[in-house]
C-alpha cells in the first residue's frame, strides 16, 4: 500500500491541494482537507473499480470534502480563484504554476474576482476550477461533478456570464443579457 500511496502523492499533490485551496481560500483548512481526502482515499482504495481515472475519483472525493466543509461552515458562498484574462478568448484563467501563498497576494482587480466568484453557485466555481485552472477536460468535469457533459457546457457559460456581469466586462459573448 505504501508504494501506491506514495505514487499517488507525487502525482496528484499539487493539483488536489490548489483545488481544495482555490474553493476554501484558507490555507490551514485546505491543508486539514487535503488530509481527510487522503485519509478517505485509503480507506475506500480497495473499492475503486476503475471505471474512471485514478484522478477523477480523486477530484471527486475532494469535490465531496470541500462542501461538506462548506456545510459544517454554515456558508454556501467561498471565495475561490483568480488569475482571469478577460482580453484573450474572453473566458480564460491564466494559471502559471502560482503557488497559494502567492495567489494571496493579489491585486485589488483580482480581488474584485474573488467577490464576483462568491456571488457564484458552488456548481459553477467548481466547474470553472476543474475546467481552467485544473485544466480538465468536459468529460473529466462530468466525471468528477457526476453531471452531463450538457450540463458541465451550461454551468461552465451561466457562470463565465455571470462573473463578466458582475465585474462589467463588457464582450465575449454575442449572447449576453
Known amino acids: 500500500m505504501k508504494p501506491f500511496f506514495d ?3 507525487d ?7 490548489q483545488f481544495i485551496y482555490y474553493m476554501v481560500k ?5 491543508e486539514d482537507l487535503t488530509q481527510e481526502v487522503y485519509i478517505k482515499v485509503l480507506q475506500s482504495y480497495q ?13 471527486s472525493i475532494a469535490r465531496h470534502v470541500t462542501i461538506d466543509y462548506f456545510r459544517k461552515q454554515g456558508r454556501k458562498r467561498k471565495k475561490i ?10 473566458e480564460s484563467i491564466k494559471d502559471e504554476e ?8 493579489l491585486n485589488d482587480r483580482m480581488r474584485e474576482v474573488y467577490e464576483a466568484l462568491d456571488q457564484c453557485t458552488v456548481d459553477q466555481k467548481s466547474v470553472i476550477i476543474l475546467r481552467y485552472i485544473q485544466g480538465m477536460t468536459i468529460q473529466e468535469t462530468a466525471a468528477i461533478l457526476q453531471f452531463s457533459e450538457s450540463k458541465v457546457k451550461t ?4 457562470g463565465m456570464l455571470a462573473l463578466k456581469k458582475r465585474l462589467g466586462v463588457k464582450g465575449g459573448s454575442e449572447h449576453e443579457a
Open 7 to 9: 505514487e499517488f502523492y
Open 11 to 17: 502525482k496528484y499533490h499539487r493539483d488536489l491541494f
Open 26 to 30: 484558507n490555507r490551514s483548512a485546505a
Open 47 to 59: 473499492s475503486f473499480d476503475g471505471r474512471s481515472s485514478e484522478k477523477t475519483w480523486l477530484f
Open 81 to 90: 480563484m483568480d488569475f482571469f484574462n478577460w482580453e484573450e478568448k474572453g
Open 98 to 105: 502560482a503557488l497559494p501563498d502567492e495567489v494571496a497576494e
Open 155 to 158: 454551468t461552465q457559460h451561466r
